[in-house]
């Protein structure tokens, strides 16, 4: 069914006319005579089949008409005088909202901003720490970097990374009360980001799921997980992304060389129309980016030798699901 909508000029100046209450400031406006606003305004009535204005000496008052035609109309012209401003402006400047699951947020993204402001000094970031997958379509939200099995649907998306899981503790922890074997953990407080199913993932990998766990703790998400261990109160399961740089200046330590695989990803999610938006292309641009030169310094050599951990194939357990 095609839409009849009245012709732009005689809109464009009924909308400036209420919004000035003058025939005169309108014209100005839009770089007319007052005789041609008259004009396009009782074109736009005679094809209404209404009135729109009351007239009084030079002021104008809108009629019941006019009033309910417009808040369209203005809603209109400022949503075309946006888009307009988005398709003009720089690609690289303007404010970007990203969702991001917490502990990537917190261990992995925020150390790597200054890189991104270096780049993008123009591009206004709001980082939100969530891993809800409603954000995906929040209006207010442009892109998702998160953690699933990416099963959303009717979005777009992208792996950005796997991750291998194994326990961390902080090194006072380990040196009051060494770890020597998995059975030493048996001493320890077991810290859960999930409801435990990672830790049986990673002790059936290592033959260990007749240990008797006593003392746990869960704390709702990887991100408190990971810094409980940090604070000495028990061992976490780290993952190969977020608890990497806590590893490399020493806040953590790894006592095992034996890691699991994940039982999801991380994903970069956004709405289908976002994708194309050069603002969010760019910080995907730079989030691979950032990630390839994680991957490429993992596997540089160190001291003449390539290092690397004993990873398993996913035991034949029941998988779980945890938010990083």
């Known amino acids: 069914m095609v839409k009849r909508l009245p012709p732009l000029n005689p809109l464009r100046a009924f909308e400036a006319t209420a919004r000035h209450g003058s025939l005169t400031k309108a014209a100005s406006e839009l770089n007319v005579t007052h005789g041609a606003v008259s004009h396009q305004i009782k074109a736009l009535e005679q094809s209404l089949g209404v009135k729109l204005f009351e007239r009084s000496g030079q002021r104008v008052k809108l009629t019941p008409h006019g009033a309910e035609l417009l ?21 690289s400047s303007g404010a970007l909202s990203v969702s991001c699951v917490p502990a ?50 009717d979005c777009w998306m992208r792996k950005w990374s796997g991750l291998e899981l194994f326990p961390v503790v902080s090194p006072s922890l380990i040196n009051n009360r060494p770890i020597r074997s998995v059975r030493d ?3 320890h ?19 260990a799921l007749d240990l008797e766990r006593g003392r746990r703790h869960h704390l709702g998400d990887a991100r408190m997980a990971t810094e409980a261990a ?25 006592p095992f060389s034996l890691s699991v695989p ?4 991380f994903y970069i999610v956004c709405r289908n129309e976002m994708r194309a938006t050069p603002i969010v292309q760019i910080f995907m641009d730079w989030i691979f980016a950032e990630k390839e ?8 050599p160190a001291g003449g030798r390539a290092t690397g951990r004993r990873k398993r194939t996913k035991p034949g357990v029941s998988g779980g699901s945890s938010t990083p």
């Not at 109309?73 to 720089?90: E, H, M, N, Y």
């Not at 994680?294 to 596997?299: L, P, T, W």
């Open 71 to 91: 808040p369209a109309v203005s809603t209109a012209f400022d949503g075309i005088a946006a888009a307009t401003q988005r398709l003009t402006r720089p690609a």
């Open 104 to 153: 990537l947020l917190l261990l992995w993204m925020t150390p790597r901003l200054g890189s991104f402001t270096a780049q993008y000094p123009d591009i206004q970031l709001t980082l939100i720490p969530s891993n809800d997958p409603r954000d995906i379509r929040a209006p207010h939200i442009d892109v998702c970097v998160h953690y699933g099995n990416g099963g959303w649907a």
């Open 185 to 187: 953990l048996a001493d």
């Open 189 to 207: 407080v077991f810290l859960h980001g999930d409801d435990g199913r990672e830790w049986h993932t990673w002790l059936a990998a290592a033959d």
């Open 230 to 254: 940090v604070h000495g109160h028990g061992v976490a399961l780290g993952d190969s992304v977020t608890a990497s740089a806590l590893l490399a200046r020493g806040m953590l330590i790894a």
């Open 262 to 265: 994940a039982v999801d990803d």
């Open 293 to 300: 030169q994680d991957d490429a310094r993992a596997h540089a």
